[in-house]
């Protein structure tokens, strides 16, 4: 076994990256094992927002006004049954000094609010909306925008993650590219090593202080789906390839334990701004959920508790009313003058929309929604020509005829190793195996089963951090 460093962390995306920065800071050796040839991971292919709240400086500079109790009320509601109350807690009264620590690595918050709903902004607006405003939550805390995200426009994974790598390497973190790690090795109790592959060759790595696990999660495995998430199965992958469970199941072979392992997050390919001013429907052609909260929530509502396909339908005058750049591609699959027309081409029901519509437009002219409680801004009568959108279309929409449609949805696990507060793996009797630490999607965080986009680069930052700093204090 050769020598190795006080800290070995096990990928370098945005878990792996804050938990490297914090172990140099205190002191340690750092060594980071990264499976591809650069580091990111799944993190550089992401939106790039990070759920933060409670006062931020971002926050103050835009007008907003926020506490750490209304984030707390709303994150409880948003991420839904079994959520970790205590990390959550944790996160929650971290928020503003998290947020500054992003700052100090070099990652930049513009204080200005997008305002519509979406994905991801096409501008450089620092704040957006993750679903507060939306009924029921707005009603629980009062709303506040505390999706931060980088200046980029759409995708901001990548500055995100190129400003952390950045930092863990000018804190002293070493980085081994194209290598995989294979196992832990264990002595005396504790974990003392990694034992990986690089180009066939077979290392062993000593661990001084301690190992952070931070490999993601296991979308990529069809056999661990099929086992824990089975919901995912038939539908896209969120991943840069390699979130193939293989950190979980290292830690498993040792007696490790596991939370949450049943949830995901899944995000249909829906155009938020055409969905607010229509509805979405399921297969009998039925309403199911205010379309004006976020399209995530949107999303596990549907694919998750709805009978599918699902179609989101729209008048010409709300489909012409969003700017061309903001349909991201989308286009109709149907288009008719009666409602009974377009059941027939949707597949639905006979009269389904019929009385959907009516039933909407009835109370919609009137600016209410007594069934879902969309807000009186998105609310009018949809008038014929009506349009009907297929998320299995995507995104660019192309014609079913030359390309066979996808499930329209695509999605990510959340569950994985239980860990303390500090990120320490627990085994399967609830006690703290020595040396091991986890964070990111490798580990269960703060989520129950629910999701908000941003919540999973900022548990992973967040509690990255934590475990960093926790193995390097370990045996110390």
């Known amino acids: 076994m050769t020598r190795g460093p006080d800290v070995i962390v096990l990928g370098f995306g945005c878990a792996g990256a804050a938990a490297a920065i914090e172990a140099a800071a205190a002191g340690a050796d750092v060594l980071v094992l990264e499976k591809a040839s650069a580091g990111g991971g799944s993190s550089a292919m992401s939106g790039g927002e990070i759920y933060l709240g409670g006062g931020t400086s971002t926050q103050v500079a835009a007008g907003v006004s926020d506490t750490v109790e209304d984030m707390y009320a709303f994150l409880v509601a948003a991420l839904g049954p079994n959520a970790d109350e205590a990390k959550l807690r944790a996160y929650c009264e971290g928020s503003v000094a998290h947020h500054d620590w992003l700052l100090a690595q070099g990652v930049e918050f513009r204080p200005s609010v997008w305002d519509r709903p979406t994905w991801m902004p096409s501008g450089d607006d620092g704040l957006m909306w993750m679903g507060e405003r939306g009924w029921p939550y707005s009603q629980l805390a009062r709303p506040a925008p505390r999706g931060h995200r980088p ?68 979308v990529d495995n069809e056999a661990m789906l099929a086992a824990h998430a089975p919901r995912l199965l038939g539908h896209g992958k969120v991943s840069d390839g390699n979130d193939d469970g293989s950190g979980i199941a290292m830690a498993l072979a040792i007696g490790a334990g596991l939370r949450n392992m049943a949830a995901v997050q899944v995000a249909m390919t829906i155009v938020p701004e055409l969905t607010a001013r229509g509805m979405i429907v399921n297969a009998l052609g039925q309403r199911f959920i205010n379309e004006d909260v976020y399209p995530g929530l949107i999303s596990q509502a549907a694919v998750l ?12 005058d709300g489909f012409e009313s969003v700017a061309e750049a903001d349909r991201w591609g989308a286009r109709p699959r149907f288009v008719a003058e009666s409602l009974a027309e377009l059941e027939r081409s949707c597949g639905l029901p006979s009269g389904s929309l019929e009385l959907t519509v009516g039933t909407y437009n009835h109370w919609a002219a009137d600016r209410a929604d007594p069934y879902f409680h969309k807000a009186a801004d998105w609310l009018r009568p949809l008038r014929p020509p009506f349009a009907a959108l297929d998320p299995r279309m995507g995104f660019a929409a192309k014609d079913f005829a030359s390309s066979a449609p996808s499930s329209g949805a ?67």
């Open 410 to 476: 695509t999605g990510f696990t959340i569950g994985g190793l239980a860990t303390t507060l500090d990120g320490a793996v627990v085994d399967v009797r609830g006690e703290v195996i020595g040396g091991l630490f986890a964070a990111g999607r490798a580990a269960a965080g703060l989520h129950g089963a629910g999701y908000i986009s941003g919540t999973s680069l900022g548990d992973g930052t967040f509690f990255g951090r934590r475990a960093g700093a926790a193995a390097a204090g370990w045996g110390a």
């Open 305 to 316: 508790h709805q009978p599918g396909p699902y179609w989101v339908l729209i008048d010409e």
């Open 151 to 218: 200046p980029t426009g759409h995708y901001g994974g990548w500055l995100l993650m190129d400003k952390l790598i950045t930092a863990a390497l000018a804190a002293g973190a070493r980085v081994a590219a194209d290598t995989s790690a294979t196992s832990l090795i264990v002595a005396d109790g504790r974990v003392v090593g990694v034992r990986a592959r690089r180009y066939g060759e077979l290392i062993e790595y000593r661990a001084r202080r301690g190992v952070v696990i931070t490999t993601g999660g296991f």
